[in-house]
């Protein structure tokens, strides 16, 4: 989220998260602070780890 300022919304967060993800070499994912947008989902946390493996 800091490091990409033009994300407005949840689903886009997902999207970047798997592009980083597939780019990367990167083994593991946390998050520790639940995204600031309207469309946060109440299983965000379970929506962005998927999107990571």
């Known amino acids: 989220m ?11 967060l997902v999207v970047v ?10 083994r593991f994912f946390r998050m520790d602070v ?3 947008y309207a469309d946060v989902p109440d299983n965000w946390e379970d929506r962005l780890e998927a999107a990571f493996y």
Do not use: R, V
């Open 34 to 36: 639940k995204p600031d």
């Open 2 to 12: 800091i490091g990409n300022p033009q994300i407005d919304s949840f689903e886009e």
């Open 17 to 26: 998260l798997k592009t980083i993800s597939k780019a990367s070499d990167e």
